[in-house]
């Protein structure tokens, strides 16, 4: 660096540098005052270097320097010296080294008590740290994720670019349109009474860019969405957005698997090549009880309906009966689970909807006591080898419909798989889920709701099904998952009208209010529009996987807390009655 101010950063100095003089920025990270000596660790965020503040500099940069506080920013100007014998710190890059000072400035002075310590142990309360996270963000986690941030996001640039795709913003106050999520709105001071809303997501514009003809486009896009505050959401999420033309799914893929292969590499260096793993939806509801399998371990669901279909215990024959089914796992070594283990874990089914957990400990190679009672050896036998259970295991079994014996025992399985030690560390499994239903049934308001977004086309085979079948209607649409997360769905889209009214149809929207909540996007495509597809990656929750982090926060650089509120700004506020006025509002009683 050669600036005015510095010629160094705080983490470039280093044996070869001895004998230069210097000039170095940076935060006072501790000031330790060795009788006659004051040693600065002085940093930035590519390092830091010690400072040696000697006792014959003048009175006033000594009184100076002594009446330091912690977080300070100086200007430190000096010579390079080696570090005396033994004392050399070789766990840091500039550790061979340190600059005697002949000069020192304070360019902004630290109150004497700082708010949270720039310190990755003892945290404060998060809350704390939120409010003060400009400090916050001085630690060295933090400092690390925002910089692999920075390269991820280049890294995804570069490859689209590469491919082809160009970046282009789409507009942030859109027309309110339900998309899954409710929407912000932004009121409109020249038109009393009306809203902007802010996009949930590029949607209905990269659609548009598609019959404009940019073939390739891409963006990492904000995405507002006015949730419900769960554990770890954001109500602004960043995507990786995009959309391509003249494409089936395989060309998607393979884009997609080059970002983040991208990613991967410029963020942490792992390869993670593609073809990524695929499964369709069906078989990931069969065989793990969810549509984002972590695939890292095994204790895969088995269906045990035909063994049990009319075995002596009443439940599972009317389930079985009911057009249910009886499914089971077997969770290793667990067969010493006490009560009132169990019962945590029929209470955790029972958050899914199961009615019951049947729980059944296998000892000496035979499943003993409570319902095995009511089952006949020849029919224990024949689950123990269906879930291929081993000694002291125990064989979770739920009979339910087809849906919660499946999603209950994908929870169970998923809770185990934590709590058991099955996971290894530092492994990621990515994995296409293809073949989505195209609709799901929405019991509170008995209507068929779109599985993704009503712009999925349907399975060409199945266009005939809409009307009569709605249910076994297979969407082309697909969810990238990576270690049970899931991080981005995406879709070949609707081109033509007619197939659009006839999914509109299903899902209840009148054409009228088709024509009021996506009429510019129907004329559109009467335009000529191409056959298109394409795909959104959750970009935090990308690097949050990626670098084993808990928190989505800990990825943004001023996320909202849990409440989603902006603690640093102290948002949402209350704004000037004027501006109410000007916007036409008023506070319903
Ligand atoms: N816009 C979709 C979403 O936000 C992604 C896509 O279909 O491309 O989930």
């Known amino acids: 660096m050669s600036y005015v101010l510095r010629t160094h950063t705080c983490g470039e100095l280093a044996a070869e540098d001895v004998g230069k003089t210097v000039a170095l920025c940076g935060w006072a990270q501790s000031v330790r005052d060795h009788g006659g000596l004051i040693f600065i660790d002085l940093?930035?965020?590519?390092?830091?270097?010690?400072?040696?503040?000697?006792?014959?500099?003048?009175?006033?940069?000594?009184?100076r320097t002594k009446g330091l506080h912690r977080e300070s920013v100086i200007q430190v100007e000096g010579t390079v010296l080696a570090r005396p014998e033994g004392t050399s710190n070789p766990s840091m890059p500039t550790g061979d080294i340190e600059v005697i000072a002949s000069g020192m400035k304070v360019m902004g002075e630290a109150a004497p008590v700082l708010p949270v310590e720039v310190s990755d142990e003892n945290l404060a309360n998060e809350e704390v740290r939120l409010r003060y996270r400009y400090v916050d963000l001085r630690r060295p986690s933090l400092?690390?994720?925002?910089?692999?941030?920075?390269?991820?996001?280049?890294?995804v640039r570069n490859y689209l670019s590469d491919k082809g795709f160009l970046e282009i913003q789409t507009p942030l106050l859109v027309r309110s349109t339900p998309e899954g999520a409710r929407d912000f709105v932004v009121p409109s001071r020249n038109f009393p009474g009306k809203f902007y809303a802010l996009p949930q997501s590029p949607q209905l514009y990269k659609q548009l860019l598609m019959i404009a003809g940019f073939d390739r486009y891409f963006q990492l896009a904000p995405c507002f969405r006015d949730e419900d505050q769960r554990a770890d959401r954001q109500l602004v999420h960043t995507q990786v957005d995009l959309e391509m033309s003249f494409c089936d799914e395989e060309d998607i893929f393979s884009i997609v698997e080059g970002v983040i292969s991208a990613a991967f590499k410029e963020a942490i260096g792992t390869d993670v090549r593609?073809?990524?793993?695929?499964?369709?939806?069906?078989?990931?509801m069969e065989r793990f009880g969810s549509d984002k399998p972590?695939?890292?371990?095994?204790m895969e669901l088995r269906d045990l309906t035909d063994l049990v279909a009319d075995s002596d215990f009443g439940i599972f024959r009317n389930v079985c009966a009911a057009g249910g089914r009886v499914r089971g796992i077997s969770a290793p070594g667990c067969a010493g689970f006490s009560r009132r283990q169990i019962d945590d874990l029929t209470e955790l089914a029972r958050v899914y909807r199961a009615k019951g957990l049947v729980a059944l400990k296998v000892e000496d190679g035979k499943i003993e006591g409570g319902v095995a009672r009511h089952l006949s050896p020849e029919i224990l036998n024949g689950i123990m080898?269906?879930?291929?259970?081993?000694?002291?295991?125990?064989?979770?079994?739920?009979?339910?419909t087809p849906q919660v014996s499946a999603t209950a025992l994908g929870q169970l399985r998923r809770h185990l798989g934590k709590e058991l030690g099955l996971i290894p560390n530092g492994e990621y499994k990515l994995l296409w889920v293809t073949d989505f239903p195209l609709f799901e049934w929405n019991p509170d308001d008995e209507r068929w709701d779109p599985m993704h977004h009503i712009f999925t086309m349907p399975r060409e085979r199945d266009f005939d099904l809409l009307e009569a079948d709605p249910g076994s209607v297979k969407g082309r649409q697909y969810d990238l998952v990576l270690n049970g997360t899931e991080l981005g769905s995406g879709s070949i889209r609707i081109n033509d009208p007619e197939i659009q009214k006839r999914v509109m149809n299903v899902i209840g929207v009148t054409p009228e209010e088709a024509e009021e909540k996506f009429g510019f996007l129907l004329r559109a495509y009467q335009y000529g529009g191409p056959v298109h597809g394409g795909f959104a990656i959750g970009f935090d929750r990308l690097l949050a996987v990626m670098l084993g982090l808990d928190?989505?926060?800990?990825?943004?650089?001023?996320?909202?807390n849990a409440a989603g509120v902006s603690l640093v700004d102290d948002c949402p506020n209350e704004i000037d009655p004027r501006q109410w006025e000007e916007l036409h509002l008023k506070l319903a009683d």
């Open 385 to 400: 080898s269906r879930l291929g259970s081993a000694d002291r295991d125990l064989i979770l079994i739920v009979a339910d």
């Open 274 to 284: 593609g073809p990524f793993l695929r499964i369709t939806y069906d078989e990931a």
């Open 43 to 63: 940093r930035d965020r590519y390092g830091r270097t010690q400072v040696v503040v000697r006792p014959d500099l003048s009175e006033v940069v000594l009184e």
């Open 551 to 560: 928190s989505l926060r800990d990825i943004i650089a001023f996320p909202q």
């Open 143 to 155: 400092q690390a994720n925002m910089i692999a941030r920075h390269r991820a996001a280049m890294a």
């Open 294 to 298: 972590d695939m890292r371990f095994g």
